[in-house]
T-cell receptor, first 113, second 114 residues
């Protein structure tokens, strides 16, 4: 899992509650990503950020929000607007080189109470 | 739009036998291609990538992959499977233009039978 940490490992959300997933990297990577993984659907891109203070929506951004105030950190908030949040959430980062590889954190499993 | 197809949900192979996990892709221009492995409740681990050059790419844990441009394929292979290779394998493609978005396949579960 390299130099990317995600916390918590498990997270429980109540109806109508916003929750925030943490992602931190010490790889000095500019680009960071959030993916959602559901069984049989692979990974789907939620948001990405190529540089501090800038981020873009991915394929399934509705019901999610992010911030990128520091290079090392890219937290994801799952809002109450996300009606089906139960999934495994993966954070990744990539170095500057066009040949750079994405490296992934260990993931956070979000469950709804 | 770019896409990745992993046609097999699951591949079963006996320990010691060669294994192949299939991947085909669609992308504008020349692709960057990747294979990742995921163990239960863990993040994805990078195995290998194709950027340019030799069509046969060697990666971690004895895995290799063969890039075939005419068939738009990037199959993952290993000469002799281990029980510990049992995991979920993802193929991914990235284009070389613009943002370089990565698209992942849905994954193939590899089961190595002792």
């Amino acid at each position: 899992d390299g130099g990317i940490t995600q916390s918590p490992k498990y997270l429980f959300r109540k109806e109508g509650q916003n929750v925030t997933l943490s992602c931190e990297q010490n790889l000095n990577h500019d680009a960071m990503y959030w993916y959602r993984q559901d069984p049989g659907q692979g990974l789907r891109l939620i948001y990405y950020s190529q540089i501090v203070n800038d981020f873009q929506k991915g394929d399934i951004a509705e019901g999610y929000s992010v911030s990128r105030e520091k290079k090392e950190s890219f937290p994801l908030t799952v809002t109450s607007a996300q009606k089906n949040p139960t999934a495994f959430y993966l954070c990744a980062s990539r170095g500057d080189s066009p040949l750079g590889t994405q490296y992934f954190g260990p993931g956070t499993r979000l469950l709804v109470l | 739009a770019q896409s990745v197809a992993q046609p097999e949900d699951q591949v079963n192979v006996a320990e010691g036998n060669p294994l192949t996990v299939k991947c085909t892709y669609s992308v504008s221009g020349n692709p960057y291609l990747f294979w990742y492995v995921q163990y239960p409740n863990r993040g994805l681990q990078f195995l290998l990538k194709y950027i340019t050059g030799d069509n046969l790419v060697k990666g971690s844990y004895g895995f290799e992959a063969e890039f075939n441009k005419s068939q738009t394929s990037f199959h993952l292979k290993k000469p002799s499977a281990l029980v510990s290779d049992s995991a979920l394998y993802f193929c991914a493609v990235r284009d070389r233009l613009g943002y370089q978005k990565v698209t992942f396949g849905i994954g193939t579960k590899l089961q190595v039978i002792p």
